[in-house]
């Protein structure tokens, strides 16, 4: 089965505003290993994100992150960011899981 790869329009921005060859590697990367098996995961190239609802993965290429959710038929690319700015994207953009976001206020109302 192929996916679709629907990519957000911050996705975009971000993508035209990488350097030709990093864009192209990315490009490449997201034909390798999004359209046919978008859930696999690697060791050093897909992670499934914990703690999260959205997004579901991310795939790396060299510096850049790519955060990604899967539906039955198509990868939907949230965002294109480099590692430096992953961290901060996740926690301004990233959806807590349900359990997470529990035990995370009531953690914080014990402490």
């Known amino acids: 089965m192929t996916f679709e790869i629907i990519l957000a329009p911050q996705a975009v921005v971000s993508l035209k ?5 990093v864009r ?3 490009q490449e990367a997201l034909e390798l290993h999004l359209t046919r098996e978008p859930t696999k995961v690697s060791k050093s190239r ?6 999260l609802s959205q997004p ?3 795939l ?8 990604y959710d899967v539906t ?3 990868v939907q690319v949230l965002a294109v960011v480099t590692k430096a700015d992953a ?5 301004e953009q990233g959806t807590p899981t349900a359990d997470t976001a529990e035990s995370g ?3 914080r109302d014990q402490g």
């Open 87 to 91: 961290q901060a994207w996740l926690a």
């Open 72 to 74: 039955e038929t198509q």
């Open 46 to 51: 897909i992670k499934r994100l914990r703690g």
């Open 17 to 21: 505003n990488l350097s030709v060859p």
């Open 56 to 58: 579901q993965y991310r």
């Open 60 to 67: 790396r290429v060299g510096d850049i992150r790519v955060f």
């Open 105 to 107: 206020s009531s953690s």
């Open 24 to 26: 192209t590697g990315v």
